[in-house]
């Protein structure tokens, strides 16, 4: 894939809107960090976003929206979350909430969690993209998994320079740093993550994964989940993978695009069956099969 740098015009938005809602990311500014962007209700194009990035797990990831409106359309916000908004935003501000059911976001983006982070983003590329696609977009820093975060596009095009077809140039970010995240989920506010805005909030010391930048496990079915199964085994609910069937498939041709995007929705229908148990067929520990096997070993620890 060749990788374009453009500046950013009307032209380079309206061209970066097309390959979003063909099902692919593309690097924008914001003012923070670049982030890299994809339709957050199209669980293939947030998929490609982890193989650009070579994520090794799949964290729930921010959701950029225009204004409030839109993101009290996907969240629950509450007295506290919608003071914040009101201060904060548009700005380096996201709020976890809880996830209003029906809101149409793609189960990857959250990574199964009943909450989800929202962001309204100020710089003026984000937010040109936004109205152009018409959709909430998922956006983590653009940057190889591991890596610095980038403040400017050369430093999107060194980590990811053939993995993504679009860099939108709009120069250095003016903040440079990944967005403050408070959790307003009932309760006291918690601060998951410090940034560039001082919340008068409690520093989260519970260790459930809520947001990116946390160490610890994600959401996990409630049966017992067997790993490598090349069959099932009696009362089991199989995920198969590939040639091995079962009663759900994550992808019958073995695209770990597609098995990465069904992933969650394929734990959520086996913890919700009839069957006590859940196993699940081999993937391959290569490239994408890496992220969806760090979220299985998570699943069934």
């Keep these: 894939m060749q990788t374009r740098v453009v500046p950013f015009t009307d032209a380079s938005i309206a061209e970066a809107a097309r390959l979003i809602l063909d099902g692919q990311p593309v690097a924008v500014p914001t003012e923070t960090v670049y982030g890299l962007a994809a339709d957050a209700t199209n669980a293939g194009a947030v998929a490609r976003i982890y193989e650009a990035k070579g994520r090794p797990s799949f964290n729930p990831l921010i959701v950029h929206v225009p204004h409030i409106t839109a993101a009290e359309r996907i969240g629950d916000f509450r007295a506290e979350a919608r003071a914040l ?170 695209d770990l695009i597609e098995a990465a995007a069904r992933l969650f929705d394929l734990l959520h229908q086996a913890d919700a069956s009839q069957k006590p148990r859940i196993a699940v067929a081999p993937v391959p520990d290569e490239g994408l099969g890496q992220a969806i096997n760090d979220r299985l070993r998570r699943a069934a620890a």
């Design 85 to 254: 908004a009101d201060e904060f935003w548009p700005g380096p501000l996201t709020l976890v909430v809880p996830l209003r059911a029906n809101a149409g976001i793609a189960s990857i983006v959250t990574a199964g969690l009943p909450t989800i982070g929202l962001r309204v983003p100020a710089h003026p590329a984000m937010q040109a993209l936004l109205r152009a696609v018409g959709r909430p977009l998922a956006a983590p820093s653009a940057n190889a998994s591991g890596g610095i975060s980038p403040t400017r596009a050369e430093h999107v095009l060194k980590s990811l320079n053939g993995r993504i077809p679009l860099i939108i140039d709009g120069g250095a970010t003016p903040r440079g740093l990944e967005s403050t995240i408070v959790a307003a989920t009932g309760g006291a506010l918690r601060l998951l993550r410090p940034g560039p805005l001082e919340i008068d909030a409690e520093r989260d010391t519970a260790g459930n994964i809520e947001a990116p930048g946390q160490l610890a496990s994600h959401y996990a079915p409630s049966k017992p989940v067997r790993l490598n199964a090349t069959s099932s085994k009696r009362n089991e609910y199989l995920i198969g993978f590939g040639r091995i069937d079962g009663d759900a498939n994550l992808s019958p041709s073995g």
